[in-house]
């Protein structure tokens, strides 16, 4: 009897095994960190002005830390470089003409186009939710990297570091005063690891509250605009 028990005891771990219960939705959780470094760009100047804009481009190294089940602490510090084609601020006077009733009227030409070179430090840091993770867990789907959609809230700090001299605008090449800009918005996204480091990340940030100081390039003081962003980036996860 002993000897014929022997297989169903062998039996009884395979049988606990398949009885065991599936994930529950609460216990799910992104990854606890995530670093590593990305490069990206901003395709909203080169849509609604090509005339003049080139190719932004931005380096960053990026922490993500899970303070919550599919809650993010997402933080973020690099440069950001513009090579931009914008017009001078030069007009000339070519000529002026005396009218019978007194007047006069002058006719000027804008200098033409140059291209110049822009380079901004940026520090950024957002609470990032990641909506759809758990559902992508159980349904079998790929999260790898903390992949899929998420919705958060970013505040970001920019400041001007170097800017070609454009006579006469800008005279040299640090800036005569500080400029910068502190933004803060809402950002909807997604990302998507392919491979065991890489992945991809889109996303469209609007900021209604975006502070200029000292916009030195044209104008000394303080004053409050909006901004819209449409970044892609691909990143390496350590």
Known sequence: MLLAGLPLLALLPAVAQGEEKPMAK???????????????????????????????????????????????????????????????????LESSTSQPDGTTIYETRVGAPRTYYNLDFRLGTELRWHINYRNRVLRGKHTRGNGGWFLSVPLEFTWSALRQPSE??????TPACFHGTL????????????????????????????????????????????????????????
């Open 26 to 92: 609460q216990d799910i959780r992104i990854a606890k960190t995530l670093q590593g470094v990305r490069i990206g760009t901003d395709v909203v100047p080169m849509v609604t002005d090509p005339a003049t804009t080139t190719f932004p481009l931005s380096v960053e190294y990026f922490r993500e830390d899970r303070i919550a089940p599919v809650l993010s602490l997402h933080s973020s510090v690099g440069v950001r470089n513009l090579f931009d084609r914008t017009r001078t601020e030069w007009v000339e």
């Open 168 to 173: 006469p605008t800008v005279k040299q090449w």
């Open 183 to 238: 933004s803060l918005g809402v950002k909807v996204g997604y990302r998507y690891a392919f491979g065991e480091h890489w992945h991809v990340e889109a996303s469209a940030l609007y900021a209604p509250l975006r502070v200029v100081f000292n916009d030195f390039y044209y104008r000394q003081g303080t004053y409050i605009d909006d901004e819209l962003q449409l970044n892609v980036k691909v990143g390496y996860v350590f």
